[in-house]
């Protein structure tokens, strides 16, 4: 194997792992909020995680003097509107899962990797072969399987959902695009700032002094988001759209891993199998970026 396409395999591979902790640390994110949203507003909530997670990066600003950070190389106006949208899709993300369970939430938020390829080929100009349309269409059969009745269904809770999944597809486009031109730091530095003046405007009309037993969730949610903004970056920058998306679908097993833990949901037969059909494609993907050749020359157009 060549330089030039042991390179190539790191960066897909560095992609995939980023991903993965990426959609963990997203469920992380995800149980403090609805542990929250049971005394706070999604608003108030969407606050303290933007302000939160603007710390550490202010300290790596101004503390570590890492100024570079600061610094938007061509697309301002892409950065701030993406800073905006996803300031609302985080709130929508967080009523969601505050109006249903975990595991239900997780599984309509999925609908978004059925957006996300054709996104990145329509917008992007990326090129989504069979064996990673394959690995979509197995992880989305084993939602499928999880998804089985529940009773009664939340109507509002459905539709804010998959307006939240169709936001979750849309803004990782722009992230992917961004990608390519601005640093993640950088990106998820301005998503966090702009994200806690968004979210400050309403907060006088339904903000509620934390208890000392929620300080704890609220830095939880906040650094968590920190986290899996930075590492999400991170992935689109290393590894095509479609091939992130697949990671996605990790996160059914640990939002019914956690849903069991503090919500005693426990995980029926039918969540299993879906489960292992879900580490199944991701298995899959694993498999055939490993031995994929690196694509040479410019193939990658945009529409922004």
Not at 14 to 28: E, Q, S
Not at 106 to 134: M, N, Y
Request: hydrophobic share 60%.
């Amino acid at each position: 194997m060549n330089s030039e396409a042991l390179a190539h395999r790191e960066h897909i591979v560095r992609g995939m792992l980023a991903a993965l902790g990426a959609f963990f640390m997203f469920t992380v994110m995800n149980v403090f909020a609805k542990l929250l949203s049971e005394n706070h507003s999604v608003i108030e909530i969407a606050f303290y995680r933007n302000l939160i997670a603007s710390l550490p990066f202010l300290f790596m600003v101004f503390v570590l003097g890492r100024r570079e950070i600061l610094v938007i190389r061509s697309k301002p106006s892409l950065v701030g509107l993406r800073a905006v949208l996803g300031a609302v899709s985080l709130m929508t993300t967080f009523l969601a899962f505050s109006l249903m369970p975990m595991a239900e939430t997780t599984v309509l938020l999925f609908t978004a990797s059925l957006f996300l390829p054709v996104l990145g080929v329509f917008v992007l100009g990326e090129k989504v072969g069979p064996w990673r349309w394959s690995a979509v269409v197995i992880g989305f059969a084993g939602v499928a399987v999880m998804a089985s009745p529940t009773g009664a269904v939340n109507m509002l809770g459905v539709t804010i959902a998959l307006v939240a999944a169709l936001m979750h597809a849309s803004l990782q486009v722009v992230l992917r695009y961004l990608g390519r031109y601005e640093s993640p730091e950088t990106v998820t530095f301005y998503f966090m700032v702009i994200g806690t003046l968004v979210t400050a405007l309403p907060l006088p009309f339904v903000a509620v002094t934390p208890t000392l037993d929620e300080i704890p969730l609220l830095f939880g949610v906040g650094l968590s988001g920190a986290a899996a903004q930075w590492l999400l970056s991170t992935a689109f920058r290393n590894a095509p759209a479609a091939v992130v998306t697949v990671f996605n679908y990790s996160g059914i097993v640990w939002a019914t891993l956690f849903g069991w833990l503090i919500w005693n949901d426990w995980p029926l037969p039918h969540v299993l199998a879906g489960a292992a059909i879900v580490i199944a494609s991701n298995a899959l993907i694993i498999w055939r970026e490993s031995r994929r050749r690196p694509i040479t020359g410019a193939r990658v157009r945009a529409k922004f």
